[in-house]
């Protein structure tokens, strides 16, 4: 668990809010063992996977799903205001259950979207971003704090949700959740450093979240060992704004299948067909004539409709052989 991996203290759930067991841990430590049992649940207009959805299972005493993002709030709130104390820097990593299912929106958010639980429960999110930053600027730590807010993948959003109720998910991009295009793993990444980070400023830089722990050490004035962040790019420059040559030589991906999709500047590569991943076809296994891959130019087409596999083949096989080339280093950062 985390305080295994080097947090000084853990407060959380040990999966996501719909996987069981359902229980709090502090620390290493449950607060009230998953004595008891809960059912499945499910909410009628969506799929099975959607909605208040939760898969059956042990449950502590007393526990209750609708209960645990205003509990992290609170406590994550309450861990700002108690660091203001110190002169110690703190480091909180925040792991929310939302918007993952089960969505659950409290009565204060209920209806107040046009796109049902999920659009109340996203909005719930955002309050709960509010009050962290409200907590920083009670306590007078904003000024010196680096805030990241960002996510882990796509959603679960059907044709059927966009058509329903007028909202993309995700917006232009192609797929969602598990697959290994666009709307799958393009995620906002939104950070506050107030006399680093220009306020409102964009940066066009490909990043992914293993590029943190460099990032980290970097900020700290530290250097990482031989065999940590093997896949981690310091992020700083950009950050700060400043004009370099691409920070990360190129950026790899799963899908939820296991396809491993390669991104180098504008061009991204999927060695095979289909999504990779939850939507349908998940794989297609290709006919005479047909490409072996995905080939994309995201410049000219966010939304991956066209499949440049066959007509750039040079494109494709330098693509290729580099990712062969990650795979066979375990790594994708220069060894020394």
């Known amino acids: 668990g985390p305080v295994e991996q080097g947090f000084d203290h853990f407060y959380g759930i040990p999966a996501s809010l719909d996987i069981p067991p359902y229980y709090w841990i502090h620390n290493d430590r449950p607060v009230a063992p998953p004595s008891e049992r809960i059912s499945d649940n499910n909410t009628p207009g969506w799929t099975r ?6 898969r059956g299972g042990g449950i502590a005493p ?11 709030r609170d406590r994550s709130a309450d861990y700002i205001e108690a660091a203001a104390k110190s002169d110690i820097p703190f480091f909180l990593y925040v792991a929310l259950p939302a918007p993952h299912t089960p969505w659950l929106p409290t009565k204060r958010f209920e209806g107040k979207t046009s796109v049902s639980d999920y659009g109340d429960f996203v909005l719930m999110v955002d309050d709960l971003v509010g009050c962290l930053l409200g907590a920083l600027d009670k306590t007078k730590q904003a000024d010196e704090t680096l805030f990241i807010f960002t996510s882990d993948n796509g959603p679960v959003w059907y044709s059927q949700d966009v058509e329903k109720y007028k909202h993309s998910s995700v917006g232009p991009l192609r797929g969602m959740k598990g697959d290994a295009w666009e709307g799958g793993h393009r995620m906002p990444f939104i950070a506050r450093w107030p006399g680093h980070i220009p306020a409102g400023s964009k940066s066009k830089e490909v990043i992914c979240h293993t590029d943190m722990i460099a990032t980290a050490a970097a900020i700290t004035g530290q250097k ?6 093997e896949d981690s790019y310091n992020l700083l420059p ?22 491993l999709a390669i991104r180098q500047g504008n061009w991204k590569l999927i060695p ?10 998940s794989t297609v296994k290709p006919k005479k004539g047909d490409p ?8 000219n087409d966010l939304g991956e409709k066209t499949n440049l596999y066959a007509k750039r083949p040079k494109i494709a096989k330098r693509l290729t052989a580099l990712l062969e080339k990650y795979k066979r280093e375990n790594r994708s950062t220069p060894a020394n």
């Open 49 to 54: 996977i959607q909605g208040a959805f939760w």
């Open 62 to 72: 007393g526990y209750k799903h609708i209960d645990v993002l205003p509990i992290i």
């Open 224 to 229: 990482l060992p031989a065999n940590a962040g």
């Open 238 to 259: 950009a950050f700060l704004g400043k004009k370099t040559k691409p920070i990360r030589e190129a950026t790899v991906h799963q899908s939820s299948r296991r396809y």
């Open 272 to 281: 095979g067909l289909g999504s990779g991943g939850f939507s349908k076809p």
């Open 292 to 299: 072996a891959g995905q080939l994309y130019n995201l410049k």
